[in-house]
């Protein structure tokens, strides 16, 4: 059982914004750092944004700097990721997971990686 469950997807206009959220169950959930990663329909799976575990350590890809802000919430058990200024390009399903966090254009490595939720879909119409 993945112990990440992603939510807050849904269809937008370029401009628009969203906010994902991801709720942590059956695990330690301040002991890890947690990451978003996205993938594109042909595309590989890239990290998009990396909180370490206190939420004072953030990562974020270059094509999203300025524009996507994460956040945890360590009592709620929960990430968010705060998406403004949605550009078509941005379109993907969006997956939560245990990582660890990297300065480097990768932003993170999943911990589990066999291990992904269903994710959710965003969607940006131009």
């Known amino acids: 059982e993945v112990p990440l469950v992603e939510s807050g997807g849904g269809s937008v206009q370029a401009g628009g914004s969203l906010r994902l959220t991801c709720t942590a169950s059956?695990?330690?959930?301040?002991?890890?750092?947690v990451a978003w990663f996205r993938q594109a329909p042909g595309k590989e799976r890239e990290g998009v944004s990396c909180s370490g575990r206190s939420g004072r350590s953030t990562y974020y890809a270059d094509s999203v700097t300025g524009r996507f802000t994460i956040s945890r919430d360590n009592a709620k058990t929960t990430i968010y990721l705060q998406m403004n200024n949605l550009k078509p390009e941005d379109a993907a399903m969006y997956y939560c997971?245990?990582?660890?966090?990297?300065?480097?254009?990768?932003?993170?490595?999943?911990?589990?990686?066999?291990?992904w939720g269903q994710g959710t879909q965003v969607t940006v119409s131009s």
């Open positions: 059956g695990l330690d959930f301040d002991h890890y750092a």
């Open positions: 997971a245990a990582a660890s966090c990297s300065g480097g254009s990768t932003v993170a490595d999943a911990l589990f990686p066999g291990y």
